[in-house]
């Protein structure tokens, strides 16, 4: 097993579309079998609610030599949006909310990233959510890098940040749904094999 | 609660009913006609702003709000259509050219519509453009106060499929449409002799095939295509008012049987969401919201 790095694992979710040549050997794809996105919103005033979407997508680079090959870039699609109904996840999925038809796809793509405190990572870039694009800030928790016992490593990392769903041109039902979504995201990747 | 009454009941309403104001209160001038399409496309803009809380840009974000423009534009066609004195000719162009452009603008750019995008354009613009023309058809032959009620029905059983058809924003915004009409049903009700609702005619087709083409294209619950186009047409109906009237069939006994004919569709389409609801799997929870 290799050593967890303390100084902060640089890490880079890159998705398909960056150059290959960016991504070479240090990169890490997304697994998402074992990543999750997980959201949070005041239902009625009453109490938090929780969904997640179970397709998520992405490759991410570790790099402490090279910072300037750290980019951060994740794909989750809408339309796997799970709140545990299935008349709700049709209705989450409908022109109402995430309109998943006319925008199948949720990403984040840094823009830029820097060594935090306590061997955090603070990663800024854009995140595009029912079709409007912001720059926001999170802060990453790395965790790994570790041996796959299966060959190849993985490493992965958590952030937890929230937003407003009104940002992105999702106010429907402002007087039943709370306005701000915290969003829980964990990431495991694995390179080489 | 009452923000959304607010917005998308009484906004909409006190917009359409005083841009209104000068038809009731001069019958039997003919310019005063013109105002009627107006009053239901600001009335029916208003609404949206109200439920949104928020304009829609050109090009919009989200495809299906170009609805509101094409409201607006419908209101710009109606109102050359009802002046006096325009050439019938021009009245045809203007009519043509808003229903092609309806045609064009209702229907998304989703890569899955690519193979059946052209076909869709021409459907739609052809629908607008037939529904329209009933209406006004139906107007000059039925009484006003059946008419509008009749429609005013429509608009009910329309917002009732389209939350039947999980979405409620689209059945959100049926009801602010719903709100526009009452004011005309009032108005036709104050002036019994005032055909209200004919000039606004060409508004009332685009709104409810607005509302009901981009339920069926952002569709993700599975509802019969049928269903939507039966909702967003019943007002063509509307021609049946006009055989009625034609036939001497008026007042409230007319009224009555066109609502029934009007509403047939709507119930079809409210039955087909429904069956399509009842194939999803069944929730342990009675109710998630």
């Known amino acids: 097993m290799m050593k967890r790095s303390t100084t902060g694992v640089w890490m880079v979710l890159a998705c398909g579309v960056l150059a290959p040549a960016a991504l070479a050997a240090d990169a890490y794809k997304v697994d998402g079998g074992?990543?999750?996105?997980?959201?949070?919103?005041?239902?009625?005033?009453?109490?938090?609610?929780?969904?997640?979407f179970n397709e998520i997508s992405g490759t991410f680079l570790v790099d402490d030599a090279d910072a300037s090959k750290n980019v951060i870039d994740i794909e989750v699609k809408a339309e796997s949006v799970d709140a545990k109904m299935d008349k709700l996840n049709e209705h989450l999925k409908s022109a109402d909310f995430f309109s998943v038809r006319e925008f199948p796809t949720i990403s984040f793509k840094s823009t830029a990233i820097s060594k935090g405190e306590e061997g955090k990572i603070k990663a800024t870039g854009n995140l595009t959510l029912h079709g409007v694009t912001k720059e926001i800030g999170v802060e990453l928790e790395p965790t790994g890098p570790v041996s796959d016992p299966r060959g190849g490593q993985r490493a992965g990392f958590e952030a937890i940040f929230t937003i407003k769903r009104s940002d992105y041109g999702m106010n429907f039902m402002p007087e039943q749904l709370g306005d701000e979504v915290r969003l829980i995201v964990s990431i495991e990747g694995k390179r080489g094999a | 609660m009452w923000n959304m009454v607010l917005g998308g009941v009484v906004l909409p309403a006190a917009v359409t009913a005083l841009i209104l104001l000068p038809m009731v209160c001069a019958p039997r001038m003919a310019a005063a006609r013109a105002v009627a399409p107006l009053a239901l496309g600001a009335g029916f803009a208003a609404g949206f702003f109200g439920c949104?809380?928020?304009?829609?840009?050109?090009?919009?974000?989200?495809?299906?709000?170009?609805?509101?423009?094409?409201?607006?534009?419908?209101?710009?066609?109606?109102?050359?259509?009802?002046?006096?004195?325009?050439?019938?000719?021009?009245?045809?162009?203007?009519?043509?050219?808003?229903?092609?452009?309806?045609?064009?603008?209702?229907?998304?750019?989703?890569?899955?519509?690519?193979?059946?995008?052209?076909?869709?354009?021409?459907?739609?613009?052809?629908?607008?453009l037939v529904v329209g023309l009933l209406l006004k058809w139906s107007a000059e032959r039925a009484g006003p106060r059946g008419l509008t009620l009749v429609q005013l029905l429509g608009a009910f059983g329309l917002a009732g499929f389209l939350v039947a058809a999980n979405t409620a924003r689209f059945g959100q915004l049926a009801g602010v449409y719903a709100a526009c009409l009452g004011v005309f049903l009032l108005a036709?009700?104050?002036?019994?002799?005032?055909?209200?609702?004919?000039?606004?005619?060409?508004?009332?087709?685009?709104?409810?095939?607005?509302?009901?083409?981009?339920?069926?294209?952002?569709?993700?619950?599975?509802?019969?295509?049928?269903?939507?186009?039966?909702?967003?047409?019943?007002p063509a109906l509307a021609g049946i008012g006009g055989f009625l009237g034609a036939i001497r069939i008026k007042g409230w006994r007319g009224a009555l049987v066109h609502a029934v004919l009007v509403l047939a569709p709507i119930g079809v389409a409210v039955a087909l969401a429904l069956r399509a609801e009842s194939s999803t799997p069944a929730s342990d929870y009675e109710s998630y919201y």
């Open chain 1, 34 to 52: 074992h990543s999750n996105v997980i959201f949070r919103i005041k239902h009625l005033n009453a109490a938090w609610f929780y969904g997640r």
């Open chain 2, 52 to 128: 949104l809380r928020k304009w829609a840009a050109i090009p919009p974000v989200e495809h299906w709000q170009w609805m509101v423009w094409l409201a607006l534009l419908a209101a710009l066609a109606g109102v050359v259509m009802a002046l006096p004195r325009v050439p019938s000719v021009v009245r045809w162009m203007v009519g043509i050219g808003a229903a092609g452009v309806f045609g064009w603008l209702i229907v998304p750019g989703f890569a899955d519509l690519a193979d059946v995008r052209g076909r869709w354009r021409i459907t739609a613009g052809v629908l607008v």
């Open chain 2, 188 to 234: 036709a009700l104050w002036r019994p002799g005032l055909r209200v609702l004919g000039p606004a005619g060409p508004v009332a087709a685009t709104i409810s095939l607005s509302l009901a083409l981009s339920a069926m294209f952002y569709d993700t619950s599975g509802v019969p295509q049928v269903a939507y186009v039966l909702a967003g047409a019943a």
